[in-house]
């Protein structure tokens, strides 16, 4: 099955730099690749997704990377603001199976 | 956007007890629900998935006896957590796909479990 690696565990950036979160995946039949937002208390949140047709997509502040040869992919979030501070997970799935394989999380803490 | 919701929210019952935990898609129609739960500081744990009129399939370690799925309609699943225990306590989150030949899959704001 397919295995999400997710690193690092814990970032804090200070308030207006970037912060990159990164996953690697083991399937190469996987294909699909969301990011997720979580707040303490709270169901995880769709922020962005991917496809294995793009190579990045970007919305806004936010935008993910796609290397399917490295099998690698990367959410990267500009001008960081505190109300970005959550738990990111990154996910991984083939188009048309139902398993989301999640990361581990990345717990970002942007200080003001 | 899609949005899942979730009822309750929190959910305090003695042991022995069963709890109801709703689950629905308010503006799309949900083929596909999953159910998950998550332990404090842990990644996602899925739990089960249900297709609509379907029975749910359970993954590995998951007593279907115990975790009830029902999934009645397009819109609406719900998990029933049958003679709770302490370790029954959790963060239980549902999530719904869009449709078929779609992959994007949004979740429910969760519910948390306390078992006495």
């Known amino acids: 099955g397919e295995n999400v690696e997710q690193h690092p565990s814990t970032l804090s950036v200070q308030e207006g730099d970037s912060a990159v979160i990164k996953c690697t995946y083991s399937?190469?039949?996987?294909?699909?690749f969301p990011w997720y937002k979580q707040e303490l208390g709270k169901g995880p949140q769709l922020i962005i997704d991917?496809?294995?047709?793009?190579g990045e997509k970007k919305d806004q502040r936010i935008a993910v990377t796609l290397n399917k040869t490295a099998k690698h992919f990367s959410l990267h979030i500009t001008e960081t603001q505190p109300e970005d501070s959550a738990v990111y997970f990154c996910?991984?799935?083939?188009?048309?199976?139902?398993?989301?394989?999640f990361g581990t999380g990345t717990r970002l803490t942007v200080i003001p | 956007g899609a949005v899942v919701s979730q009822h309750p929210s929190r959910v305090i019952c003695k042991s022995g007890t069963s709890v109801k935990i709703e689950c629905r898609s308010l503006d799309f129609q949900a083929t596909t629900m999953f159910w998950y739960r998550q332990f404090p500081k842990k990644s996602l744990m899925l739990m089960a998935t249900s297709n609509e009129g379907s029975k749910a399939t359970y993954e590995q370690g998951v007593e279907k006896d115990k975790f009830l799925i029902n999934h009645a309609s397009l819109t609406l699943s719900t998990l029933t957590v049958t003679s709770a225990h302490p370790e029954d306590s959790s963060f239980y989150i549902c999530?719904?796909?869009?449709?078929?030949?779609?992959?994007?899959?949004?979740f429910g704001p969760g519910t948390r479990l306390t078992v006495l």
């Open positions: 399937d190469s039949a996987s294909n699909y």
């Open positions: 996910a991984a799935r083939q188009t048309g199976a139902n398993n989301l394989f």
């Open positions: 991917i496809r294995s047709n793009v």
């Open positions: 999530s719904a796909r869009v449709s078929y030949g779609t992959d994007t899959q949004y």
